[in-house]
């Protein structure tokens, strides 16, 4: 049953969080620490492999009890109950957000897909996958974007040194997501038709940043194959479809038996469990991939068994509350120190943007309090030589993620030294240690001379937390990505919001198609703007002038 909620703001829990934050806003980290010797036992959790450490978020004792008052104010055990007992938590689109059944061992609905999918995988990477011609595959591109790229784009790169079984070779991946044609231009460049496979992933299938990518790929292969483009030969050889949608698979040409289905419950930024994540599959094996499962399961228990206090995407998730909506901060760094996760920050920009970029309640009504933070963000060693200068000297308060890894390395990879290679980790986890130091204790970090001049200061007081995985794994990773997905969950509780629809996007879509007209020909265009038509006389122009 959906829980009934009342006004945010009309809580007195929420005013005294306010009254709170006026008071503590001002606190520096540094007293803090120093008020609490049992700080960090006090603001940390461990479960899953994951260590969640939050000691430096400027929260005290008080603000974190009220704040989990607030959780159970707003009934956030029975939303819980409600998203695992497959109620319709996303109203607008009346469904269910079953994303976590993909993740569940004994759930006999998404049996089928998977076994299809490991029949697929199997044949990939044991080399019977056959092209048209008999060759066997070396390429698989993936064709789709926003969530039918961004997760298994992250987990593939992430867990690329997965050891596969004996006899099993690895194809190389490639991505290819925007509309322009660059990247699917570039990724066909070195390609051989003969040994390449492409998976058209999209849910909805009428996504057209997809399906022209797809055209792309099917005239290439057809070309190159000398075949016609409706070959039914080269569709069965070369393209795998992903999608909800059955029909619009067959009616572009995949053939019913390389059709890979999921269901309308699983939300595009939730996909990469079902078999949106074959890309991963085909990275990690069928085994690696049910061991990312099992870690998203253990996840899944966890948040649905643990008491609020003791959860972790809880916990998490009032933090960043905590920071918007009391304290003012409402950008949030992501910075792994650990290179495998590059494109960690990418899929969280979805995944948390995405879901609760939201301005309305679900009661239709707008709302007088900020919701989701501008999530960005960057490999962290990297970014020390970016954008760090901001967070360290900069005018604005920033909330910062930092990610490592405890373990790595325990053997050489590539032509690389595993001594090597573990000094290379030390030297990013200190990294990591002390930059999350400096930002928060600032130059009493390092008891420094006070009387330097104020350019060479650091104030301090930037809060973060820390995530430290036991280690990189299938398991791990699938934890973390669940942990994120129900703290994003746990937030729209509190604001009262609907995490699961996107609709800020659609109109975007439908406004485009009439702008391809204006940018054909802008003076028959109905009534644009003096800026676009401007703009599309401009572009106009100059492709005349090209001819
Ligand atoms: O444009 C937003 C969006 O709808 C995302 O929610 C989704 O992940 C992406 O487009 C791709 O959609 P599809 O998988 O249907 O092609």
Redesign the pocket.
């Known amino acids: 049953m959906i829980p009934e909620q009342g006004v945010l703001t009309s809580s007195a829990i929420w005013s005294q969080l306010k009254e709170l934050a006026k008071g503590e806003g001002s606190q520096h980290l540094v007293d803090l620490f120093a008020g609490n010797k049992d700080r960090f036992n006090q603001f940390s959790l461990n479960d899953c492999q994951i260590l969640a450490d939050y000691s430096k978020q400027r929260m005290s004792s008080a603000a974190c009890e009220l704040l989990v008052n607030l959780a159970e104010e707003r009934q956030l055990s029975l939303w819980r109950d409600a998203l695992f007992a497959g109620d319709f938590v996303n109203c607008t689109e009346q469904r269910s957000a079953k994303h976590w059944l993909l993740r569940d061992p004994l759930a006999a609905e998404v049996k089928g897909q998977l076994d299809a999918m490991e029949g697929m995988v199997s044949r990939i990477l044991g080399g019977h996958w056959r092209g048209v011609l008999g060759d066997a595959i070396t390429d698989v591109v993936n064709v789709?974007?926003?969530?039918?790229?961004?997760g298994p784009l992250m987990a593939a790169f992430a867990l690329q040194s997965v050891q596969l079984n004996e006899g099993q070779v690895r194809p190389r991946l490639h991505f290819a997501s925007s509309m322009d044609g660059s990247q699917i231009s570039q990724a066909l460049q070195d390609l051989n038709p003969r040994t390449t496979l492409v998976l058209v992933?999209?849910?909805?299938?009428?996504?057209v940043?997809?399906l022209h990518n797809a055209n792309t790929a099917r005239s290439w292969l057809a070309r190159g194959l000398g075949l016609a483009y409706t070959d039914e030969a080269m569709m069965r050889c070369h393209f795998i479809g992903i999608?909800?949608e059955a029909e619009r698979m067959a009616e572009w040409g995949i053939v019913p038996v390389n059709q890979l289905l999921f269901w309308d419950w699983v939300?595009?930024?939730y996909?990469l469990w079902s078999a949106?994540g074959l890309p991963i599959a085909l990275t990690v094996g069928m085994e690696g991939f049910r061991e990312l499962l099992a870690g998203a399961h253990d996840m899944d228990t966890h948040f649905r068994v643990s008491s609020l206090k003791e959860n972790i995407p809880v916990m998490l998730a009032l933090v960043d509350v905590w920071n918007i909506n009391f304290l003012d901060i409402r950008t949030r760094a992501v910075l792994p120190y650990d290179g495998r996760l590059k494109h960690l920050p990418a899929y969280l920009e979805?995944l948390e943007m995405?879901s609760n970029g939201k301005s309305v309640s679900r009661a239709g009504e707008s709302l007088t309090y900020h919701t989701c933070p501008v999530i960005w963000g960057e490999v962290g060693p990297n970014a020390q030589h970016a954008f760090f200068q901001l967070l360290h000297q900069g005018s604005q308060s920033v909330a910062s993620e930092f990610l490592m890894t405890a373990r790595r390395y325990n053997e050489a990879v590539h032509s690389c030294s595993a001594q090597e290679l573990e000094a290379q980790h030390a030297l990013a986890n200190a990294n990591c240690l002390a930059q999350s130091r400096l930002l928060a204790l600032g130059d009493k970090a390092l008891e420094q001379d006070l009387s330097l001049p104020a350019y060479k200061r650091y104030h301090g007081n930037q809060p973060s937390t820390t995530l430290v995985l036991d280690e990189l794994s299938p398991r791990t990773l699938g934890a973390l990505l669940v942990m994120y997905e129900h703290k994003v969950f746990v937030q729209a509780v509190i604001w009262g919001i609907n995490p699961f629809d996107?609709w800020g996007?659609?109109m975007?879509?439908v406004i485009a198609t009439d702008m391809l007209v204006g940018l054909a020909d802008p003076d028959s265009a109905e009534v644009l703007d003096a800026s676009s038509l401007a703009l599309a006389r401009h572009v106009a122009r100059k492709q005349k002038s090209r001819e």
């Not at 789709?144 to 961004?150: D, R, T, Y």
């Not at 992933?201 to 996504?207: L, R, V």
């Open positions: 789709g974007v926003g969530g039918s790229e961004l992933s999209s849910k909805s299938f009428t996504t940043d997809t999608s909800a939300g595009g930024r996909s949106i979805q995405e996107q996007v659609e975007g879509k």
